[in-house]
């Protein structure tokens, strides 16, 4: 394909345009190489037919039958249905078509149909093939089928097209991998490896493709962090030197006592910074845990010795809220915070603040988005580190000096894991909650039940507690989901709570709306407030003690442990009412961890055990940076692999470890910055 290049938009792509370019960003796709690298999440076998006599019912199948009759029915609601008998030697079988009336145009008779889609018992017509896809046998299609993932609008066909369409620039993709680690570890050829990932000519070439690809992806992401790692070897830090007398007058002024593990962690952050070498510390500690404070006693080391700090968040919710307990904490001692967000960043006017004046920085990712310039950064904090791509905060750190690093989270990693996808990261574990905390009731509230919920939760709303009600909303019905939590806003502030105010918090909201909605409920003037999932990181109103999660069934486990981390957060007593079906088995099983147990790690287990790690693993909310085809943990061994081979290459071969990175980066972004070196 002439002019077309491996980073031109799939917009300029024969046969798509901007629609179909639209829907594919959905996906994740933007340029041709995304298209190359856009692996198909199954295949049908179709050098293996399903001889029609045979069939019986299931998810999916394959045949190729010979059509005999067409008969084609509009209902009175305009519904149109197409019947198909379809036949080969073995029998024949009736195919149903739903609402694609454009299909009788296509059908005749004598025509030979490839057909791939569920089978159904139904009582008045027997067996029936429910079609998910089909093609006109030609005799040279019976291969084996990619089947890519979807959204809504994108049709299987289509895809295939267009993605075979991408692999004709396939030629332009340049196996980077020397030989010599190809060969050791038996690793085959990358344009090889992607062409078979798309289309096997049998099914055992995917284990050896998929292999090759994980490790590119976990190579790459490894070297990425040995490089940094190898840049930082280089530099001294700041050797802070904190006026302990002052620090204890900070820790003895606080509402509370420090839980052992609070102190312990402090004791190996500050040990840490005193020294002058840089620090990079993890700090991992369940919901609730007490992560904030200790995040704030560094800051003021830091501030203490003169230097500024940045604590960067995953929300803008969020950000005000650490703003806000920043500001109220470090009141007597005269530590100046400031606030910087997308929001305000976008109207500068409004940041009068010079960063140069503010000691403490709180902000979303918009303080690496190049505006701040920090005149003497000297720690960076990121708090609820999923959502940031772990080297991002590598751009951060090529802002300041050498600054120290602490990073914050409350999703449990095995500890073999941590080393290996963290490197150097020290890490630190509180395994602690404060004491009197009286531990969160979880019960499941079947529909039946409900009225009696509501019930309970007016008389502790009339003893002055707060509730959240949290629906669910995800990107592929966002539009219906955001209408479903206004409705169930509306009903709630008219039929259920008349007496109290009931309050709205989505995603759509502007962040001054955001802030003023959890302002209102911080403040106790909202007592309900229904929300969409932005809440369930960090989140802290202590005097919020119910949470209802609404269809339980639509929230992953790791991520219902979160938001039920939002209550449970003072000496009251605090519950959390499940809502939602619970027909499968999986269902079930999600709901009963709940009500087992209040330990993040445990339900994290079940999480692994249910789900399938992958799917854990993978999602924004597991906090590990994301990949397309690796999964750390299944694909641990080869992880291991890459982590030794990039570390090997960087200490045998260091121009070459550089080079490959510099010609690949654009492979890991999205889970990795990009930016993050050069
Ligand atoms: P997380 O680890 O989830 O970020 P937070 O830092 O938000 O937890 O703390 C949760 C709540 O516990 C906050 O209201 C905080 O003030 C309180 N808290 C933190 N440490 C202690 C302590 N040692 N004793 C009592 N309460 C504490
Ligand atoms: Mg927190």
């Known amino acids: 394909m002439p002019n077309v290049r491996l980073d031109t938009p799939v917009q300029y792509l024969k046969g798509v345009g901007p629609k179909l370019a639209q829907l594919l960003g959905k996906l994740g796709v933007q340029t041709i190489f995304d298209l190359i690298y856009f692996f198909p999440r199954d295949y049908e076998d179709r050098t293996k037919l399903k001889p029609i006599g ?57 025509m030979k149909l490839i057909v791939s889609g569920k089978v159904e018992f139904s009582p008045f017509d027997g067996l029936q093939f429910v079609p998910r896809d089909f093609e006109i046998d030609t005799g040279a299609n019976l291969k084996i089928v990619p089947r890519y993932p979807l959204t809504e609008g994108l049709y299987p066909k289509k895809v295939r097209a267009i993605t075979e369409a991408a692999l004709g620039c396939l030629p332009q993709i340049v196996d980077f991998l020397p030989v010599v680690i190809r060969q050791k570890l038996n690793l085959i050829d990358l344009l ?97 845990s007490g992560k904030t404070i200790v995040a704030a006693m560094a800051a003021y080391v830091a501030v203490l010795a003169g230097y500024q700090v940045a604590l960067m968040v995953p929300t803008e919710i969020l950000a005000g809220q650490h703003f806000r307990q920043l500001t109220e904490l470090f009141k007597p001692y005269q530590v100046k915070i400031g606030l910087l967000t997308g929001a305000i960043n976008r109207q500068k006017k409004a940041n009068k603040e010079k960063p140069a004046k503010v000691d403490i920085f709180v902000g979303t990712h918009a303080l690496i988005q190049g505006q701040v310039e920090f005149e003497r950064l000297g720690l ?130 502007k962040n001054e709306q955001k802030d003023q909605v959890m302002r209102d409920f911080a403040a106790g003037q909202v007592q309900v407030l229904v929300s969409t999932t932005v809440i369930e990181v960090g989140i802290d109103v202590p005097n919020a003690t119910i949470i209802i999660v609404e269809h339980t069934e639509r929230f992953g486990l790791a991520q219902l442990h979160q938001l039920r981390g939002r209550i449970g957060r003072g000496a009251k007593e605090s519950f959390c009412f499940l809502m939602g079906t619970t027909k499968t088995e999986e269902a079930k099983a999600r709901i009963k961890a709940l009500l087992d147990s209040n330990d993040g790690f445990q339900i994290a287990e079940v999480d692994f055990k249910l789900r399938g790690p992958g799917d854990y693993i993978g999602t924004r909310q597991s906090g590990l940076p994301m990949f397309r085809l690796a999964d750390i943990i299944t694909d641990e061994a080869i992880l291991r692999e890459a982590r030794e081979a990039a570390l090997t290459l960087i200490k045998e071969d260091l121009n070459c470890a550089r080079n490959i990175w510099h010609s690949q980066r654009e492979k890991i972004k999205g889970s990795v910055t990009s930016a993050a070196l050069n």
């Open 380 to 509: 960076v904090i990121i708090d609820e580190q999923h959502r940031f791509g772990v080297l991002q905060r590598a751009t951060l750190v090529k802002k300041g000096l050498v600054p120290d690093v602490l990073v914050m989270t409350a999703t449990p990693i095995p500890r073999s894991l941590a080393l290996t996808l963290y490197g150097d990261l020290d890490r630190s574990i509180i395994d602690e909650l404060p004491p009197g905390r009286t531990p969160i009731k979880t019960h499941y509230v079947p529909e039946s039940k409900r009225a009696d919920a509501y019930k309970f939760i007016r008389e502790r709303l009339k003893a002055g507690n707060q509730v959240y009600i949290v629906c669910p909303l995800v990107e592929e019905s966002e539009k219906i989901d955001l209408k479903a939590a206004m409705d169930e806003a509306t009903r709630l502030q008219k039929e259920v709570f008349p007496e109290f105010k009931v309050g709205l918090l989505h995603g759509r909201l």
């Open 192 to 288: 090889l490896a992607i062409t078979n990932l798309h289309y096997p000519k049998k099914l055992t070439d995917l284990d050896p493709a998929r292999r090759r690809l994980i490790f590119d992806e976990f190579f790459l992401f490894q070297l990425a962090l040995g490089l940094e790692q190898q840049a930082r070897s280089k530099k001294t830090g700041i050797a802070f030197n904190p006026d302990q007398l002052k620090l204890n007058k900070f820790i003895g002024s606080l509402p509370f006592v420090l839980t052992a593990a609070q102190q312990r962690v402090t004791a190996e952050i500050l040990a840490d910074m005193k020294q002058a070498k840089v620090m990079n510390r993890l700090v991992q500690g369940d919901v609730g």
């Open 54 to 110: 045979d069939l019986r019912p299931a998810k999916l199948e394959v045949i190729c039958g010979e059509i005999i009759r067409v008969n084609a029915q509009t209902t009175r609601n305009r519904f149109s249905v197409i019947k198909v008998e379809l036949s080969d030697r073995t029998g024949s079988v009736q195919a149903v078509w739903f609402n694609q009336p454009y299909l009788t145009k296509l059908f005749r008779r004598g």
